[in-house]
Nanobody
Framework: QVQLVESGGGLVQPGGSLRLSCAASAHTFSTYTIGWFFQAPGKEREFVAAITVRGYTYYADSVEDYADSATDRSILRDKAKNTVYLQLDNLKPADTAVYYC???????????????????WGQGTQVTVSS
């Protein structure tokens, strides 16, 4: 059983930053690719970033894939803490959404942005960007 526990969401002003955390077991991080998606109200779940077991990173690189490509985001992994982070900087109101951590067994990287190609999901953490 893969369990993913997100935390770190909250209310932030435009231009601010948040670091979201996804905690899981050491076995999970040594076996699965870990990714982050966001889902705005009334919208589909969309890919933000992912990191593989070997540490390769992938990012959504079009405005269609992420609310605002001007928002800086970085995916980071701390093996000692069994945690993957999503650092979000220069947040904008369009970034308001529930952010989900997900895990999947390694497969063709071309499918990494497809939420249907991910096997496990956390419960989500709300991010609200508002003044």
């Amino acid at each position: 059983q893969v369990q993913l526990v997100e935390s770190g969401g909250g209310l932030v002003q435009p231009g601010g930053s948040l670091r979201l955390s996804c905690a899981a077991s050491a076995h999970t991080f040594s076996t699965y690719t870990i990714g982050w998606f966001f889902q705005a109200p009334g919208k589909e779940r969309e890919f933000v970033a992912a990191i593989t077991v070997r540490g390769y990173t992938y990012y959504a690189d079009s405005v269609e894939d992420y609310a605002d490509s001007a928002t800086d985001r970085s995916i980071l992994r701390d093996k000692a803490k069994n945690t993957v982070y999503l650092q979000l900087d220069n947040l904008k109101p369009a970034d308001t959404a529930v952010y989900y951590c997900a895990a999947r067994r390694p497969r063709n990287a071309k499918t990494i942005t497809d939420s249907n190609q991910w096997d496990y999901w956390g419960q989500g953490t709300q991010v609200t960007v508002s003044s």
